[in-house]
């Protein structure tokens, strides 16, 4: 699909999608935990329909009643050998330990940017807690024999948060005394997300500094009643359209969440844009903005609605934590720096900086999404204050996290257009 976003102003308001890192680790904690868990407020994007599948394909009873989703399970017991993740990273990193407590051989496949994305964290670590592991040289598919042991172990977090979400949750459910040591870990709230999910679901894990990890006895998953938050990820983009476009409110975001992506809200009051924070509703608005500096290292979602704000700041932004773009569903700071070259607006990278060169002016263009949901919206959003319309191919890529984007963006007053492209 193509997607033509023409200039526009931004006013209104809208309510935040779900949050598909919240909705997926529930639908795991679900799956681990005996009995019925209700999800309110499920999201429902394609890694989140992909996490329900593969719960199903683990043994439990998905079902929709009016706008929950009702997950009925007696814990992990495959129908199947072998699960799909779709595109998901989060999913295949947290389904893999969790599908390794079953005493069955599985395989474990997925699709698009996820068959290139490196999994050679397990090859090095499943085999010390008795699973044996073979992939395609460090990724997909993954062949595994379980059951897995919950062992003191030392890993390493400095690729990504989510193989130490997938142990802490399948540690969650076998483990009775046992430690997780993490050196470097990168992505830090993330692993705070899955710590209060599990919780949520009954079971506790002991922190120190994110970097020890204690199980002090045996616990239980138990099935509850769960509300998915609002998505600051997905609404980081609507926050910076109205800072750069007009005003808009948005509803259903905890400034108090877990999640990340809210220090968008950092990034915004840098910049100099008009907020009020409310408990759940934020108001941003347009001021003139100016260049600012973030390190966002440990919010690494966060680069592209970064830098369709910093396109729109009077200046050179610089932006930290670039190494953690490489292996995303795209390259990530190549992608933005051509995409974003094609607008006018030079991106410079200088190892783990990126240098954006706001105030410039940002110029209609065809860009494509290079299959990335988050480069098409930041695209989106760049195009508003464009001297002309911008042309997304692969547009469609959004459904991976945020199927109602370019909806909300319209909502809120974005004039976009959808072409449907025929082979
Ligand atoms: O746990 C999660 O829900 C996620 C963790 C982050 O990955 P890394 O830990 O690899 O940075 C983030 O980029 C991803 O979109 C979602
Ligand atoms: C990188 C992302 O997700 P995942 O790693 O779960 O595929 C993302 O949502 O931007």
Same mark, same amino acid.
């Given at each position: 699909?193509?997607?033509?976003?023409?200039?526009?102003?931004?006013? !209104?308001?809208?309510?935040?999608?779900?949050?598909?890192?919240?909705?997926?680790?529930?639908?795991?904690?679900?799956?681990?935990?005996?009995?019925?868990?209700?999800?309110?407020?499920?999201g429902?994007?394609?890694?989140c329909?992909?996490a329900?599948?593969?719960? #199903?394909?683990?043994?439990?009873?998905?079902?929709?009643?009016?706008?929950?989703?009702?997950?009925?399970?007696?814990?992990? #017991?495959?129908?199947?050998?072998? /699960?799909?993740c779709g595109?998901?990273?989060?999913?295949?990193?947290?389904?893999?330990?969790?599908?390794?407590?079953?005493?069955?051989?599985?395989?474990?496949?997925?699709?698009?940017?996820?068959?290139?994305r490196?999994?050679? %964290?397990?090859?090095?670590?499943?085999?010390?807690?008795?699973?044996?592991?073979?992939?395609?040289? !460090?990724?997909?598919?993954?062949?595994?024999?379980?059951?897995?042991?919950?062992?003191?172990?030392?890993?390493?977090?400095?690729?990504?948060?989510?193989?130490?979400?997938?142990?802490l949750?399948?540690?969650?459910?076998?483990?009775?005394?046992?430690? /997780?040591?993490?050196?470097?870990?990168?992505?830090?709230?993330?692993?705070?997300?899955?710590?209060? /999910?599990? #919780?949520? %679901?009954?079971?506790?894990?002991?922190?120190?500094?994110?970097?020890?990890?204690?199980?002090?006895k045996?616990?239980?998953?138990?099935?509850?009643?769960?509300?998915?938050?609002?998505?600051?990820?997905?609404?980081?983009?609507?926050?910076?359209?109205?800072?750069v476009?007009?005003?808009?409110?948005?509803?259903?975001?905890?400034?108090?969440?877990?999640?990340?992506?809210?220090?968008?809200?950092?990034?915004?009051?840098?910049? !100099?844009?008009?907020?009020?924070?409310?408990? %759940?509703?934020?108001?941003?608005?347009?001021?003139?903005?100016?260049?600012?500096?973030?390190?966002?290292?440990?919010?690494?979602?966060?680069?592209?609605?970064l830098?369709?704000?910093?396109?729109?700041?009077?200046?050179?932004?610089?932006?930290?934590?670039?190494?953690?773009?490489?292996?995303?569903?795209?390259?990530?700071?190549?992608?933005?720096?051509?995409?974003?070259?094609?607008?006018?607006?030079?991106?410079?990278?200088?190892?783990?900086?990126?240098?954006?060169?706001?105030?410039?002016?940002?110029?209609?263009?065809?860009?494509?999404?290079?299959?990335?949901?988050? /480069?098409?919206?930041?695209?989106?959003?760049?195009?508003?204050?464009?001297?002309?319309?911008?042309t997304?191919?692969?547009?469609?890529a959004?459904?991976?996290?945020?199927?109602e984007?370019?909806?909300?963006?319209?909502?809120?007053?974005?004039?976009?257009?959808?072409?449907?492209?025929?082979?």
């Open positions: 699909m193509k997607v033509i976003v023409s200039p526009a102003a931004i006013t !209104g308001s809208v309510t935040a999608n779900p949050s598909k890192s919240a909705m997926q680790r529930a639908v795991a904690a679900a799956l681990l935990a005996k009995g019925k868990t209700t999800i309110h407020n499920p429902l994007s394609n890694d329909l992909a329900l599948e593969v719960a #199903e394909n683990l043994g439990a009873m998905v079902k929709r009643v009016n706008e929950n989703i009702e997950i009925t399970s007696r814990g992990v #017991e495959p129908f199947y050998d072998e /699960i799909n595109e998901s990273g989060l999913g295949i990193r947290m389904f893999t330990p969790i599908v390794a407590l079953a005493d069955r051989a599985i395989t474990i496949n997925g699709h698009g940017s996820l068959v290139t490196p999994m050679h %964290f397990f090859e090095e670590v499943l085999p010390q807690l008795d699973v044996k592991i073979k992939s395609r040289e !460090g990724k997909l598919p993954l062949e595994i024999q379980g059951p897995l042991q919950a062992k003191d172990i030392t890993i390493d977090g400095s690729l990504s948060s989510q193989f130490l979400t997938g142990l949750m399948a540690f969650g459910s076998v483990a009775g005394k046992a430690k /997780i040591t993490v050196k470097d870990l990168k992505s830090k709230p993330y692993i705070a997300l899955t710590l209060q /999910i599990m #919780e949520h %679901f009954g079971v506790k894990v002991r922190n120190e500094n994110f970097e020890y990890f204690y199980f002090d045996k616990q239980e998953y138990k099935a509850v009643e769960y509300t998915v938050e609002g998505d600051w990820s997905g609404a980081a983009f609507l926050l910076v359209a109205a800072a476009a007009g005003k808009a409110e948005v509803h259903h975001l905890n400034t108090l969440s877990a999640q990340s992506d809210k220090a968008i809200m950092e990034a915004l009051e840098k910049a !100099g844009a008009e907020m009020l924070p409310g408990v %759940f509703t934020v108001i941003v608005g347009k001021r003139e903005l100016k260049a600012f500096e973030m390190d966002a290292t440990d919010c690494p979602d966060l680069f592209p609605p830098v369709a704000l910093a396109a729109n700041c009077q200046g050179i932004t610089k932006i930290k934590g670039v190494s953690r773009l490489a292996h995303k569903e795209s390259d990530r700071g190549i992608t933005l720096q051509q995409e974003f070259g094609k607008m006018g607006i030079r991106i410079d990278l200088e190892g783990d900086v990126m240098l954006v060169h706001g105030g410039t002016g940002i110029k209609g263009a065809a860009v494509h999404s290079h299959n990335d949901h988050r /480069i098409a919206m930041a695209c989106a959003v760049a195009a508003l204050t464009a001297d002309g319309p911008v997304i191919s692969n547009a469609e959004i459904n991976k996290s945020y199927p984007f370019y909806d909300h963006l319209a909502k809120l007053g974005g004039i976009v257009e959808k072409e449907e492209v025929t082979a």
